[in-house]
């Protein structure tokens, strides 16, 4: 017995050590490879959820000086439960919200807020994150940046404004501004390699986000032809506004969106470190939700804002239908936003963030859904659109 147990402790003993020597191994690479700061992030600290606004740096964003703000009927609470009962067979909406880690749930139809609940400590002036949700903003200072002729075109190669790729692969050139906007670049996106080296890990945790995605990204096929939804994409884009228009894109978020469509509240974009200072254009831009339901206003109204044109009309209706790269599913991806085939006659699109990030639009029932918080609760992505989907179908 005492055999046995002496081989059982050094058994333990030496995986242990194992261990600790290929921990301490891939704190070196991490930080020979890429950076020590990177090695810190990706090793001791837990980012990656939907409070990670409080951790990272961030650039503001200044309330409007002339904020919009939705009318109210709380009468029409009791038709919005009984819709999502009778359409998406959801029984009890407040219990199934709470269930689902909602933190914030609004229903605006004809610019009233119909319903409005808050979880866990949420009220209306609460800050809740994007994720990518933030791609839907990229998408459209996009297009105002080409209608200021910031941008000449869509169909620009992306090496016109990054040439340092074209000299690192001249395959770069091929890339087109809209490839990116597409999710169909043909870059390299392999979210879960190992040890920290994972595309998915790196485009959110990296601490000089410019420099991976100048350095680190790879063509691996021809644009166009193949849908691969790649965080790289939205990190060449904000490269290309930061050159393209002088000023940081937080900046021009505030002068081309934020104040025009009256935002009520302070909000921020993350930053992926002080030293860098490079808006995390993946994700990472916080506001209040009834702020968020705004980008759903100016789109539901084909980019105009109170009869001012914010967002050409022509780029909001490419941004929001079927690029054609997603075959045989009742979803579809326009300019980095999702679409949803309710039926023939409805144009149902949203914005979509990790953990289930919302700003969902119908269309043909001038409807904004906004959801937030810090799970999915459902068992797939879009599970949340097919909910909304029947709603809006539903819904008088």
Not at 68 to 88: N, P, Y
Not at 153 to 173: G, Q
Not at 318 to 342: E, F, H, V
Request: hydrophobic letters at 40%; proline letters at 4%; aromatic letters at 14%.
């Amino acid at each position: 017995m005492k055999k046995t147990s002496k081989l059982i402790l050094k058994i333990v003993l030496w995986g242990a050590l194992i261990l600790l020597v290929l921990y301490a191994a891939q704190i070196t690479f991490l930080s020979l490879r890429y950076s020590p700061e990177y090695m810190v992030r990706e090793l001791f600290m837990d980012l990656g959820n939907a409070d990670d606004y409080l951790t990272l740096p961030a650039r503001g964003l200044t309330a409007s000086p002339d904020p919009f703000r939705f009318a109210v009927d709380t009468s029409k609470e009791t038709l919005v439960q009984e819709t999502f009962r009778s359409g998406a067979e959801v029984k009890d909406l407040d219990a199934f919200l709470e269930s689902t880690g909602t933190w914030a749930f609004m229903v605006i139809q004809n610019d009233t807020i119909l319903y409005e609940r808050y979880f866990k400590g949420y009220q209306h002036d609460s800050v809740v994150t994007s994720f990518s949700v933030a791609k839907s903003f990229d998408s459209a200072l996009i297009g105002i940046a080409i209608d200021e002729g910031y941008i000449k075109s869509v169909n620009d190669p992306i090496t016109d404004y990054l040439p340092e790729l074209a000299e690192r692969d001249p395959r770069f050139k091929d890339v087109q501004i809209r490839h990116l906007l597409m999710m169909s670049s043909g870059l390299r996106y392999e979210p879960d390699r190992p040890f920290g080296m994972g595309d998915g890990t790196l485009t959110y945790t990296f601490n000089d986000l410019r420099h991976l995605a100048l350095t680190e990204t790879e063509v691996v096929e021809s644009p166009g032809v193949t849908f691969v939804y790649n965080n790289y994409n939205p990190l060449l884009l904000g490269l290309i506004l930061e050159r393209a228009t002088g000023r940081p894109v937080t900046t021009y978020l505030q002068e081309k969106i934020w104040t025009p469509i009256g935002m009520e509240y302070d909000g921020s974009w993350s930053l992926d470190s002080e030293e860098s200072g490079f808006e995390k254009m993946e994700s990472g831009l916080n506001a209040r939700a009834v702020d968020f339901a705004k980008l759903g206003r100016l789109y539901l109204n084909g980019g105009n804002w109170n009869g001012q044109q914010i967002v050409p009309s022509e780029w909001a209706a490419a941004s929001t239908q079927d690029n054609g790269l997603i075959q045989d599913a009742p979803i579809y991806y326009g300019y980095m936003w999702w679409g949803k085939r309710c039926n023939p006659e409805s144009h149902d699109f949203y914005a979509l963030g990790n953990y289930g990030q919302f700003v969902y639009v119908s269309s043909a029932k001038n409807l904004i859904i906004v959801r937030n918080g810090e799970r999915y609760g459902l068992e797939g992505e879009h599970d949340w659109a097919e909910i909304f989907c029947q709603f809006s179908e539903s819904l008088p």
